[in-house]
T-cell receptor, first 114, second 111 residues
């Protein structure tokens, strides 16, 4: 498989559940990103990993916990979410972090918190 | 305040018509990218512009970066139904490593 894949594509969870989103990139890239896309708001950068080290955490609540076990995989662990956390969560990767490097996005996970 | 404002927010046109969408900011960017996002998919990069006044063409799409590198436009000639999607601009500020995304323009091309 090529590009950036995300699983699951859709997720419905209660406020007390714990779930994880998975992202995998098959491009040999060194940087990976989590974004949140909500209706009527710009894409919000949540976390950045460069060479498996977290380099950005944009004031994201602790109920979102990222993990990057290797350069090809990225997880977003979710627990005790709020209804306002319902959104499309996009994973992206790029050759390196920053500058003009093109970001390749996955198809996203549509999350609904009930 | 949004760093990058896009207009219009929504646009619905007939196939064959021309259109222009805008991406404006009060900040200067070292580069600016345009993405298209189709339903159920992630954004896909269309173009990157890096020089003030630069014009790039991609088939029927023409992208321009403002002279002051604060704004950009995307012009589509003879729109097709396949152009339907959410168009996002994203800017990289000088010295920064992360992209700031615009508010998006949702384009619908009606057959």
């Amino acid at each position: 498989e090529t590009g950036v894949t995300q699983t699951p594509r859709h997720l419905v969870m209660g406020m007390t559940n714990k779930k994880s989103l998975k992202c995998e990139q098959h491009l040999g890239h060194n940087a990976m990103y989590w974004y949140k896309q909500s209706a009527k708001k710009p894409l919000e950068l949540m976390f950045v990993y460069s060479l498996e080290e977290r380099v950005e955490n944009n004031s994201v609540p602790s109920r979102f916990s990222p993990e990057c076990p290797n350069s090809s995989h990225l997880f977003l662990h979710l627990h005790t979410l709020q209804p306002e956390d319902s959104a499309l969560y996009l994973c992206a990767s790029s050759q390196s972090w920053g500058s003009f490097y093109e970001q390749y996005f996955g198809p996203g996970t549509r999350l609904t918190v009930t | 305040t949004q760093l990058l404002e896009q207009s219009p927010q929504f646009l619905s046109i007939q196939e064959g018509e021309n259109l222009t969408v805008y991406c404006n900011s009060s900040s200067v960017f070292s580069s600016l990218q345009w993405y298209r996002q189709e339903p159920g998919e992630g954004p896909v990069l269309l173009v990157t512009v890096v020089t003030g006044g630069e014009v790039k063409k991609l088939k029927r799409l023409t992208f321009q970066f403002g002279d002051a590198r604060k704004d950009s436009s995307l012009h589509i000639t003879a729109a097709q139904t396949g152009d339907t999607g959410l168009y996002l601009c994203a800017g990289l500020q000088t010295g920064a490593n992360n992209l700031f995304f615009g508010t998006g323009t949702r384009l619908t091309v009606i057959p």
